[in-house]
Each structure stands twice: as structure tokens, then as C-alpha cells.
């Protein structure tokens, strides 16, 4: 029996497993691998190296320290966690049910890709999909945002301020319908495209153009230096599904402790309700997370 299993090997996972380790915990981390998105990083032409610490630097003490201490580590996908009596069940891919007192998860959220011809190829090469981490890297730049809902619009409010032209491909102009959408419809400096469909990227060794088809079915090439796809994120919460609470989109409620509904349970990271997807945000949530847990097992040490 573990006093604590936590799911998922980002920096929010990776940070909770440690402070659990540092309080002398019989931790068991549960990943499919070992640092998570901070692998990503986006490479423009016009920059060489931008003077940012990298997701990898900060988590990369974390992630070498877990390498080092195999007992605390199990690379295997978890499926399910059942509740069992004021304990825990995680289920994993291979069949192995693993039981602990409480559970951290911190599995993250999936980025809604287009599968287009040429967005493989491009992805992080002048295309990507986080405007809140890259948006102030396109001073004075011609960005295009896709997509058609809070997140594209934000995006274009965003990249509105700093970039010389944004064009905005969405199907439907209803996006503009909040104040938010107002300011954007207002900027001289945007261009919308309602009902054009993307159907492929191109480019060299970067991203440059977007090919789209009118309404009319025409094709109309979008230059670009710097391409955002803007879709809600897909959090990787079905395990819990069912036994902790979730919001609409599928991400954990968690209250200020971390703490989800079913006492034992904490969540941590892109795969909760909380405000912002970045790396130093998922680490403090991890730390917090952890010493959360710590404070349920106090009792039961
Ligand atoms: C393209 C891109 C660029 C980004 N750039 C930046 C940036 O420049 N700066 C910044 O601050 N943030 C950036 N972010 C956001 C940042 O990467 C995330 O906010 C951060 O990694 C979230 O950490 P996390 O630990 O919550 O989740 P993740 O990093 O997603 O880690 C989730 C972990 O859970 C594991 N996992 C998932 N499902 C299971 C399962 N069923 N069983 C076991 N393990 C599982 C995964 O293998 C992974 O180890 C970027 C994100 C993307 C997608």
C-alpha cells in the first residue's frame, strides 16, 4: 500500500512526487513518461534562442532525480481509479491495480490538433498552439489564429496589441459577439475570414502560408509568419471519471488546496479547472498538490 500515487510525469506530477518524496513518503509516481509537454518550444526564423527559461530546464532536477530513483517511479499508463473503502484502487493499462491512501492527479490536457496536410511538419516551426506562452514573440509580425471559440478570439485580442496584422480564420462571426469580440472587431490592424475552411499548411523550413477555400469554394493562400491554432485543450481526466467532480469541458474541480470533491483525491495542473496552462504555473500546483495530500495523511502516518 502507498501513502501516495501520483498520475502523470509533468511538471506538475514531477513536482508533487518530489515534495511527497522530501516528506518521506511512500510515493509512487504513475506516468507514461517523464517531463510531460515541456519537451515544446516554439523556433522562429527571426530568433535564435530567446533569452526564456525553457519548460525542460525547470523541471529537468525533478525529471534526472526520479530517473535516478526507480522504486518511486512506474511508466505505465494508468486507466481508471476506483475508490476502496477510505483507500484507493489505480487500475493500470497492463492489468496492475495499485493501492494507496491518496491520489494526486496530474495527467494534463490534450492539444486539439487539425490533421491537416503540413501541420505535422510545421508543428512549433512557426505553428503552434499556445498564443498565452508565444503571443510576444510576433512584434510588429503577420500572424493568422484559427479557430472558433474563447481561446482564438483571445488570441487575436492578444496578438491584435503587438503584431502589425492578424488575420483570424473562424467559421462562424459569432465569436465576436462578446465585449472582448467588440474590441477585436474594432482593431485596425485584424482581418477576419468567417466560413473559410483551412485545408493545409505550407512553407519551407518554417511555416508561411495558410491555404484556405472561401465560402465559395476558392482557394486563398494567407500569408503568414507565425501560424496559432487556437481549440479548446481535451483534458486526460476519463480516469476519474464518474468519481471526482468535473467542470463541463471535463477538467477537475479543485478548491484553493488543490483538493477535489472526494476527500483523498488532488489534482494538479492543465488537467484542472485553474486559470492558465504554463509550466511554472502546473510546478506550484504540484507543489501545493503534494503538500495537500501530506496534510490529509498527517492523521494516518
Ligand atoms: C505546443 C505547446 C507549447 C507550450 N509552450 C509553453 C511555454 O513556452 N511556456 C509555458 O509556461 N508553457 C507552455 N506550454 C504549456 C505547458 O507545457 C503546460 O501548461 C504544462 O506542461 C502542464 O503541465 P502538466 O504537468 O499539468 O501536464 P503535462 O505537461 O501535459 O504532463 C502530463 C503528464 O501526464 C502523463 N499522462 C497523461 N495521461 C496519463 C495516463 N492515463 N496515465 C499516466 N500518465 C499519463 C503524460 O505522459 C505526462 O507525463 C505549452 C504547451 C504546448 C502544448
Sequence with gaps: MYDLIVVGGGPAGLTATIYGLRKRLNVLMVSKDLGG??????????????QVIRGLEVVNK???ELEYLDFARHMEAAEKIEKDGDNFVVHTHGGGELKTRAVIIATGAK???????????????????????????????????????????????????????????SQTDKILASPLGKKVKA????????????????GDEFARTVVTKDPGGATVEVPSEGIFIEKALIPNSQMVQG???????????????????VPGIFAAGDVTAGFAEQVLIAVGEGAKAALSAYEYLLPKL
Design 37 to 50: 509537454k515541456t519537451q515544446w518550444r516554439l523556433a522562429l526564423p527571426w530568433i535564435d534562442d530567446y
Design 62 to 64: 525533478f525529471k534526472s
Design 111 to 169: 492539444q486539439k490538433t487539425l490533421k491537416l496536410p503540413g501541420e505535422k511538419e510545421y508543428m512549433m516551426k512557426g505553428l503552434c498552439y499556445s498564443a498565452l506562452s508565444y503571443a510576444p514573440l510576433f512584434i510588429d509580425r503577420q500572424v493568422v489564429v484559427i479557430g472558433d471559440g474563447d481561446l482564438a478570439l483571445r488570441a487575436t485580442a492578444e496578438l491584435a496589441t503587438i503584431a502589425q496584422k492578424v488575420t483570424l480564420i
Design 187 to 202: 482593431s485596425k490592424n485584424v482581418t477576419t475570414l468567417f466560413g473559410y475552411e483551412v485545408v493545409e499548411f505550407k
Design 243 to 261: 468519481l471526482v467532480e468535473l467542470d463541463n469541458e471535463g477538467r477537475i474541480s479543485v478548491d484553493c488546496g488543490s483538493r477535489t470533491n
